[in-house]
């Protein structure tokens, strides 16, 4: 592993290898341990977007690991604008250890990566978001143990964490199940190829319209936005095309008894899913949260340890 730019970059196995990684990190940070694991590497964090999670989990977890970020907003570099995204690359190769990148469009995390002599790490853009997808799976092992042959489904816009998670479900043998409106699905393309690795893993992928059939006996239940950054001049007319897609209790109610409730937040609250599902018993969204920082941990561990 050089770079992590989507899930589609790693193996099943690799996968599980990061996520038992992962919980190996998190219970080590939770007995005071893995204070050396990266002691003098420094992570350049270029974000050309706002971020919570993505920018406080990746910063913390270069303290825990004995390392230092730095954080690089959206004014100061000016990726593809003050300078060119291969000039960026080149030039942060020569101070840091490793890239974690926030972009719109995909193909200039693909070109920093090409450029760049350290690991660049995708920390979103408008295709995927392996970090997140990452911290996604984490949270499914912990909530139900497995996650082969666990029924998936992400309910609302087919967007980068809609991807991220289907393609990851998929090489790791989920039944992973998507309801969108028909013009918001994912490309066909990308169904095609994740049914591809669910073949390989024994899983299976669906892509649906119909909100309560897909969560049908659903043991997870994902929704995100239905408007992603960069798509804020469409948010009112998605708003009126999405609501049969809200995650509310009587969506759930045709979900398994023990479903856990998923989202990668921000969260609006009142449209893709309401207050009484995010703060319900099965929503597990702040340890989902909290999990962007142990798995990112196992990430930046093998990538610049
Ligand atoms: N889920 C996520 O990536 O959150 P931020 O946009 O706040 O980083
Ligand atoms: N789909 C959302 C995820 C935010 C973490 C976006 O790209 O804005």
């Given amino acids: 592993m050089k770079h992590l730019l989507n899930l589609t970059d790693l193996s099943g196995a690799d996968i599980q290898r990061l996520l038992d990684l992962a919980v190996e990190l998190k219970h080590e940070w939770k007995v005071g341990g893995g204070k050396d694991r990266l002691t003098g590497k420094t992570l350049a964090m ?4 706002p971020s919570l999670r993505t920018r406080v989990s990746f910063d913390v977890g270069m303290i825990h690991l004995g390392g230092q970020a730095l954080y690089l907003s959206p004014n100061e570099i000016q990726l593809g604008r003050r300078e ?30 090409q450029y760049s002599r350290v690991p660049v790490i995708n920390g979103l853009s408008d295709y995927s978001h392996p970090c997140q997808g990452m911290a996604d799976l984490l949270t499914i092992l912990e909530t139900h143990g497995r996650i082969a042959g666990l029924r998936i489904a992400f309910v609302g816009d087919g967007n980068n964490v ?20 028909a013009e918001y699905a994912l490309p066909s393309q990308d169904v095609a190829l ?32 239905w408007a992603s950054m960069g798509q804020e001049d469409e948010a009112a007319a998605r708003r009126r095309i999405f609501p049969p897609y809200q995650v509310n209790q009587q969506l759930l109610s045709g979900a398994s ?49």
């Fill in 84 to 113: 060119s995204v291969a000039d960026v690359a080149r030039v942060l190769s020569r101070y840091v250890d490793g890239i974690m990148a926030r972009v719109f469009a995909h193909d200039d995390i693909v070109e920093l990566a």
């Fill in 257 to 305: 008894p023990q479903v856990t409730v998923l989202h990668c937040l921000p969260a609006h609250r009142g449209e893709e899913i309401t207050d009484e599902v995010a703060d319900g018993p099965n929503s597990a969204l702040f340890d989902q949260a909290e999990n962007r920082l142990h798995a990112q941990k196992a990430i930046l561990v093998e990538l610049l340890g």
């Fill in 46 to 49: 270029v974000f050309q977007k």
């Fill in 162 to 181: 809609a991807r991220t998670l289907m393609f990851g479900a998929a090489k790791l043998g989920a039944e992973f199940v998507i309801a969108t409106p």
């Fill in 194 to 225: 994740a049914r591809q690795y669910a073949s390989e893993s024994g899983g299976t992928v669906s892509a649906l319209t119909d909100a309560t059939t897909a969560v049908e006996g659903a043991d997870v239940v994902y929704t995100d936005t």
